[in-house]
């Protein structure tokens, strides 16, 4: 689960550091989108066991994509007002403009950082 939420950070904000308080706020922006994005509308699917192929390798099966939101619901745990809470938000969402959104934050993230990395370079005098 680590190692997951690690590439979705490293994807979403890159491998750069930010320590000002426009980067701090910039990202603060960025992650309850990108997790919208990621818990509603990106399919994964999950491994439900193995079996041998014919030629004795291990071969992992996996179950039907589903997003996150739709394996919780799925698990019936979820109360009500939750649930309708989720169908409310899922129709309040548009994925072309929350992925816009979110390019628009990580453009301006790379601006930021790459003006510091010009800075500190030995080429920029």
């Known amino acids: 689960m680590e190692q ?3 590439a979705v950070v490293r994807r979403s904000a890159f491998n750069y550091r930010y320590d000002t ?3 701090l706020r910039l990202l603060n922006e960025l992650w ?9 509308f ?6 439900t066991g193995y079996h041998l192929s014919s030629k004795g390798k291990t071969v992992r099966s996996y179950d039907d994509p589903r997003t996150p939101a739709q394996r919780i619901k799925d698990t019936g745990i979820m109360l009500e007002p939750q649930g309708q ?9 548009d994925l072309a403009g929350l992925t816009n959104r979110i390019n628009e934050i990580q ?5 930021l950082a790459a003006a510091k ?9």
């Open 42 to 47: 990106l399919p994964t699917k999950k491994v």
């Open 85 to 93: 809470h989720i169908k409310d938000l899922y129709a309040s969402l």
């Open 4 to 6: 997951k939420n690690g």
């Open 32 to 40: 309850p989108l990108v997790n919208l994005r990621k818990n509603l």
């Open 117 to 125: 990395t010009y800075s500190q370079s030995p080429h920029a005098a």
């Open 107 to 111: 453009q301006r993230l790379i601006r």
């Open 21 to 23: 308080d426009t980067e």
